[in-house]
């Protein structure tokens, strides 16, 4: 490059020196355009007329304008200061398109959100490595938030329940834990949303029974299995198998339990507005980036809604007709021992390390233990009185 810019330095030299331009391109061995260009930029009387400029263009057609990466920033503040509202990058496309404007695409929104120091880290679980049982259609997650506390000292829970299928969700505060209460919530989801044929859920207790009763079914199990929903329990503490309504608390713990609630009266009112804004307004990638809402009507699913006067009795009565059942998916570890409602439960040597599938068969106080869909062990499992 020194020696271009003497060159150049060259040829003002010999204009100076009374040479005309095509003399100079001659002797120089360089276009006439050239010496003419160096000339015209020695005339400017700029101190480094010789240095070379860039050559990239001033305006970039791809760059995304001034405005519209402020209304991005602006979206995704606006949105962030909302109690119930997602604030990611689909969301801040659907906002703009919804607004009337041509949104850039996912890719640049990220990238401005980046540059703005607007992205947030995400943990992700990490697969075991051990083969687990692919779950069932037409399946609902469920789990308890809590305990929390409102202001005064007020102590409640949240009864989360999301369907696996369209991530149609529901969120439902309790003033305590026990069993009666969490029926209830869930049942009036299924008021509100539909019955499934499957209710996953983890170990608590006030999802099984009691301590006292270990087989005894408690009013939620009795319940599902009454509407002929079969309730499935995940491995004891392997939360991250109900990973769809696990995420969907990440949710609420970021917006709905962020929010200032002046009563229990208060926090159900904001409950009912997270349910409708997460149901109508927060659209899924993993759905298509559809709402739940939308893609319960795309899949034309069958909706099966309780009746509205559907009421909860504490020991609902089983149908004895019915296939009553229950699965319990567990670990075995290297004791060979799975535990079913507070019972230890020997296995086959074969089936150490493996995620097996434990159908207990209600009516027929037996336990069916099953790997990739085969029974690889049958057991009694004496129940009281149905």
């Keep these: 490059m020194a020696n271009e810019e003497s060159l150049r330095e060259q040829a003002v030299l010999l204009y100076l020196a009374g040479k005309s331009q095509s003399d100079i391109s001659v002797e120089l061995n360089r276009s006439r355009t050239w010496v003419y260009k160096w000339i015209s930029r020695y005339n400017t ?10 050559r990239a263009p001033h305006h970039n057609a ?3 304008s ?16 909302s109690p119930h509202l997602e604030s990611g990058a689909y969301s801040i496309w659907h ?44 399946m609902h997650q469920m789990d308890l938030i809590g305990p929390r506390y409102i202001g005064g000292g007020q102590r409640f829970y949240l009864l989360t329940i999301i369907s696996n299928d369209t991530r149609y969700a529901g969120v439902y505060p309790i003033p305590d834990k026990s069993a009666l209460e969490v029926t209830r919530s869930v049942v009036s989801f299924w008021k509100y949303y539909s019955v499934p044929d499957f209710l996953q859920l983890d170990n608590e207790l006030s999802f099984k029974g009691s301590n006292r009763h270990p087989r005894a079914l408690g009013t939620l199990l009795r319940t599902a299995m009454s509407l002929n929903v079969t309730p499935m329990f995940i491995p004891v503490s392997e939360p991250w198998r109900n990973g769809v309504v696990e995420r969907f608390n990440q949710k609420v713990g970021n917006t709905l339990l962020l929010q200032r609630h002046e009563d229990f009266k208060e926090l159900l009112r904001h409950s009912s507005e997270f349910m409708a804004a997460h149901n109508f307004r927060h659209h899924y990638s993993t759905l298509g980036h559809k709402t739940p809402s939308r893609i319960s009507r795309d899949l034309d699913m069958p909706m099966c809604p309780l009746p509205g006067d559907y009421e909860v009795c504490v020991k609902p009565e089983l149908d004895c007709n019915n296939l009553n059942k229950i699965h319990f998916i567990r670990l075995v570890r290297s004791d060979l021992t799975i535990n079913v409602l507070n019972t230890d439960v020997k296995v086959i040597p074969s089936l150490m390390h493996t995620y097996v599938d434990v159908v207990l068969l209600v009516n027929e106080h037996r336990l069916l233990i099953k790997q990739d869909g085969k029974i690889r062990q049958s057991e009694e499992f004496v129940m009281p009185v149905v």
């Design 95 to 138: 906002d703009i398109s919804d607004q009337g404007k041509e949104p850039p695409s996912i890719a640049t929104i990220n990238r401005i959100l980046k540059r703005h120091g607007l992205v947030k880290s995400k943990i992700r679980y990490e697969r075991s490595g051990i083969e687990y049982p692919e779950p069932p259609l037409n």
């Design 45 to 54: 009387g700029s101190p480094v007329w010789q240095e070379s400029h860039s």
């Design 66 to 81: 001034s405005l519209m990466e402020e209304l991005v920033v602006s979206t995704r503040l606006r949105l962030e200061s």
């Design 62 to 64: 791809n760059q995304t």
